[in-house]
């Protein structure tokens, strides 16, 4: 299969990059805005703005994939208010570049997406249950969506939730604890591996609950799709169960042998809260996947089982076999 991922530089995209080459066998291309990682890649690469909607399609066609995966995102909330115009060409005008790039390719598009299209009152929302998001972000990763659906001719949305897991093309994550579940475990690990306490954010004004996931799983469930020609449509490449933040911290500090008294239950940052300008964030984004696993017939894990395969990527610095139906939903 050739491949064809953007954000492949990215925190998610780094993973599908290395699920799909390194498990999969995939060619993967990359295009990239700046950063491209030290040493030799099981991938290639090239400078590529996707905003110049020429240079992108051309882009594509020389590659001429049989899959798109589309990751990049502008990752920086507050960034797409104060941008609301670059934000609104950096989601929705690539996707659709993207889709027609597809087309003319004869390639599957797949969009990654995101468990914050829903208001926070849709608890354990499955692939059927209608949008509402509640923010600018939610509204640029719902209309994407339907950008794909109903322009590109073969087209699939992989919502993820509350990700976290190593990032193969940096050494750091680039930021920390926030108003949602990305980089979450990795911040609290970073704390309490060093014998600090850490107080975890909790406010009925965040996410305070959400599916967790991890990061090489979800982009085993987008292989699966990219794989079968006929998964199209709306999945949710997550896990199993919903969670806390401080239940997630605490498990975290179990799974990877810290003290889990070092947690605190802190009030959100002031200043980070401010950033947001007023933007509303979702309290509970839970998911559920039974259209996902009826189609990919891919039974997601649980919280414990996905941070023990967190914790076997971080200690080998390298992806672990894929799930071969031994993990259960609550164990690994």
Known sequence: MRAYVTGGTGFIGSNIVKVFAQRHGATVHCPVHSFVPDGPQRYTTEPLDLLDREAALASVAHFDPDVIVHSMILNDLDGIYAQRELAWRSYVDATL???????????????????????????GADEHTPPNPVNYYGVLKAVSEQAALLRADQAAVARVSAVNGVHWARSEMPRGQDPGFGYFVTTVLNAVSQGEPFGVWESDDINMTATSSLASE?????????????????????????????????????????????????????????????????????????????????????????????????????????VTGTDTATGG
């Open 97 to 123: 570049t993207l889709a027609e790039a597809a087309n003319r390719s004869g390639a599957k598009l797949i969009v990654v997406s995101t468990d914050w299209v829903f208001d926070g009152t849709q608890a």
């Open 218 to 322: 979800c982009a085993e469930a987008m292989w699966l799709i990219a794989a079968n020609p006929d998964a199209e449509g709306i999945f949710h490449c997550c896990g199993a169960e919903p969670v806390g933040r401080m239940e997630l911290a605490r498990t975290a500090c179990d799974v990877f042998g810290h003290d889990p008294s070092l947690l605190r239950s802190v009030p959100p940052d002031p200043g980070m809260m401010a950033s947001l300008g007023g933007a509303r964030i979702p309290f509970d984004s839970s998911l559920g996947t039974p259209r996902t696993q009826e189609v990919l017939g891919y039974e997601p894990l649980g919280t414990r089982a996905l941070l023990e395969r967190f914790k076997k990527e971080m200690d080998a610095g390298d992806l672990v076999p894929a």
